[in-house]
């Protein structure tokens, strides 16, 4: 049984490092951020079976592949906090000889990141093929990946979501960030999906719906049930209905914080809302 | 002049195939990855004898370029298939993003390149593949001349660590660099010593440029004729070295002068020992459809061109 007091205690802390990363440089993306903050502590500190340290190859331990990579804040603060680097690094985020860059990248040497992500559409393909990997080399473990929603309108998804389901890819668990927002609005405005569950399922992949992508429990279970899904012939997806912004009541409800820094002031809200927990860096 | 002989027309694209196979049986890190041109790229004998090591993803080569990528994570050594202007241009931001800046081991591996290609015309015959590919940070790219020396760099490129862009083409062309010759990444190979001309050649010129070396020997003109394999890193050594003794310089290659290595070249000498020089190249330019003669010959690719530019570019010393 999970330990939800202390899990919650890390989902403030985390949604707290979002806020001051951002704001110290005025840039990067805190909505998406805080909506996936529940996502990356269910993955890292209940799912995943991962080594001590961090190996490029990642041999016999899940492996997670960010697609969407503006959301790194998130990604940082929760490799920080499960210590594949020093907590304090984090405010170094987005500053020049930094390994925080704004996208997360291998190229500065970031422990626990293995692709560069960024330009979008790309990550799927990428666990697709450390899954491959995996499967040559007999290790049963499972390759997990997230990408955003308007990330799909990318053409290469849907290559690789051809392939994946045709070449029965059953080791690798995909997350679709299912917040319904992108830059220019709502991703219905910009260019509706219709149903993305029916696409996946279409594709020939076992898709799970997860209503409640911001609640620690449902997201344990169902990761959980998907794991139990793994090696019966076809790849897995969650759609995975999250709130943009969680956690920050100003920053819900719209997109404007996709890629918006709170000032001085709306920082104090926000932190407000958020208390320290596990001290912040 | 040295000698050198042709040991029978055969195209680069089969040397890839026959290196690929044998990478197949001594390295079993070794993975194939083809986007539905199988017959094109010569990988069945590899397939044949690896098929748990081959992955076909159809016609879909931005995914292809991602699973490439995602396969060096522990520890693979993927060779994809498909043509240059497939491989390089149409999955440019994929090469760029997840391998490159990423630093996966990939091999990007390109037939059909340039005009040679012939009949099917400019949407596949890619004359800026080279330019696209030296200008990422990190990517080692690599012309070979003949069957021999492709099946040789295609063997060499699996010991060496980080991406590699390899590329041959379709047409059967001389083969007569030595079978057993090791290849060396980076480091090109004087095939005629000359005082009065460099010339330096990469892939299917390189035979262009012995023959007309060989002409201009007739008329008392010495080129050192110099193959430069590895457009990056490009030689600059042996570059050096060789004007410094002739005094001037033709670069040839079936690409566009935009990007190509006597631009590459051009930049060195420039910065380390300004020297004139004519560009064997095409100019700006897309192909068309055509035999891979007529096409060499109407986009001044082959001997002829060569000669004059030689000759050209000694009045201007």
């Known amino acids: 049984m999970p330990d939800f007091n202390f899990l919650n205690t890390v989902v403030s802390q985390v949604r707290r490092d979002i806020l001051r990363m951002v704001h110290k440089v005025n840039s990067g993306h805190p909505g998406g951020s805080l909506g996936c903050t529940e996502f990356f502590i269910a993955l890292y500190y209940e799912i995943m079976k991962l080594n001590q340290g961090f190996d490029m190859n990642g041999s016999n331990e899940d492996l997670f592949f960010l697609s969407n990579g503006h959301i790194s804040p998130v990604f940082y603060s929760v490799l920080a906090r499960k210590g594949y680097f020093p907590v304090e690094e984090l405010s170094t985020f987005r500053l020049i000889d930094s390994r925080l860059q704004g996208h997360p990248t291998t190229h500065e040497g970031l422990p626990g990141v293995r692709v560069a992500s960024g330009s979008l559409g790309q990550g799927l393909s990428v666990a697709i093929g450390a899954a491959l990997s995996k499967k040559l080399n007999n290790d049963d473990k499972t390759v997990f990946t997230l990408m955003g929603d308007g990330e799909l309108q990318e053409g290469q998804n849907w290559e690789a979501i051809m392939f994946a389901a045709a070449k029965k890819v059953d080791n690798l668990i995909a997350t679709v960030d299912l917040n319904g927002k992108q830059i220019d609005g709502s991703t219905d405005d910009v260019l509706p999906m219709g149903d993305i569950a029916a696409k996946f399922k279409a594709f020939g992949w076992e898709v799970m719906v997860l209503e409640k992508g911001n609640d620690l429990k449902s997201i344990i279970d169902t990761l959980k049930t998907a794991q139990t899904k793994t090696g019966n012939g076809q790849p897995i997806v969650i759609i995975m209905h999250t709130e943009m912004g969680n956690g920050v009541d100003y920053m819900m409800h719209t997109h404007a914080w996709h890629g918006k820094a709170p000032n001085d002031e709306q920082l104090q809200t926000a932190l407000a809302q958020n208390p320290e927990t596990l001290g912040d860096y | ?317």
């Open chain 2, 1 to 317: 002049m040295k000698k050198y002989t042709d040991q029978g027309k055969v195209d680069t694209r089969s040397g890839f195939g026959a290196g690929l196979t044998e990478l197949g049986r001594t390295n079993p890190n070794v993975i194939a990855l083809c986007a539905d041109l199988i017959g094109s790229l010569k990988m069945q004998d590899f397939i044949n004898e690896n098929p748990e090591r081959f992955f076909q993803v159809g016609i879909a080569e931005a995914n292809m370029m991602g699973i490439a990528a995602g396969l060096t994570i522990g520890g693979k050594i993927p060779f994809t298939g498909t043509f240059a202007n497939f491989s390089t241009g149409r999955v440019y931001d994929q090469i760029r993003q997840s391998i490159a800046y990423s630093g996966k081991n990939v091999k990007i591996c390109a037939s059909h390149a340039g005009v040679t290609l012939g009949e099917d015309g400019a949407t596949h015959q890619i004359l800026e593949d080279i330019g696209l590919m030296k200008m990422l940070p990190g990517m080692t790219v690599i012309n070979p001349c003949d069957f021999n020396q492709t099946k040789a760099a295609t063997i060499a490129i699996a010991d060496y660590q980080g991406p590699v862009y390899l590329r041959f083409g379709r047409p059967k062309v001389a083969n007569f660099t030595p079978e057993d010759m090791p290849f060396e990444i980076g480091k090109g190979i004087v095939l005629n010593p000359g005082n009065d001309v460099t010339i330096a050649a990469t892939g299917h010129l390189v035979w262009e440029a012995l023959l007309a070396a060989e002409a201009l020997e007739s008329e008392g003109i010495h080129a050192e004729v110099i193959n430069i394999h590895t457009i990056k890193p490009l030689d600059t050594e042996l570059l050096i070295e060789s004007v410094q003794k002739t005094g001037c310089i033709v670069s040839a290659e079936e690409h566009n002068y935009l990007g190509g290595l006597g631009e590459s070249i051009a930049g060195v000498l420039a910065s380390k020992h300004p020297t004139p020089q004519e560009f064997v190249a095409t100019n700006d330019t897309f192909g068309e459809s055509g035999t891979p003669a007529q096409l060499m010959e109407k986009y001044g690719l082959n001997k002829n061109a060569i000669m004059a530019a030689a000759k050209k570019v000694m009045n201007r010393k």
